[in-house]
């Protein structure tokens, strides 16, 4: 199983339409790639390891698929849609990693 996560870099210009994100990109995006999305996951940032400081990240999305191919094969396609509605929540671009999960 693999997990791609998208991370929202944060600094104090940033801006984060947090119910947005929660309640409009998140489900279009779970339409799209049908079955093939095992599972979705949201971290929102809230503070870093020194007192004070910004969370490094805003928000991160963690969507798991079987493997990069499904991924591929799923997202692809509406990769251009959800990149177009990043205006509409964010005036960041997210960083995307691609992990493999390994479970103890």
Do not use: C
Not at 18 to 31: A, D, I, R
Not at 42 to 58: C, F, K, N, T
């Amino acid at each position: 199983m693999i997990k791609v996560s998208v991370m929202y870099p944060n600094s104090k210009d940033v801006m984060f339409d947090t119910e947005y994100y929660k309640n409009s990109h998140l489900p279009m995006v779970v339409k799209a790639v049908g079955d093939a999305l095992k599972g979705l996951e949201l971290d929102l940032g809230i503070a870093s390891r020194i007192p004070g400081e910004l969370a490094p990240y805003v928000a991160i999305a963690h969507l798991k698929f079987d493997d990069i191919a499904s991924f591929q094969t799923a997202f692809g396609p509406h990769a251009e849609t959800f990149a177009a509605d990043i205006k509409n929540y964010s005036n960041v671009k997210g960083e995307l990693q691609i992990s493999e999960l390994i479970s103890f």
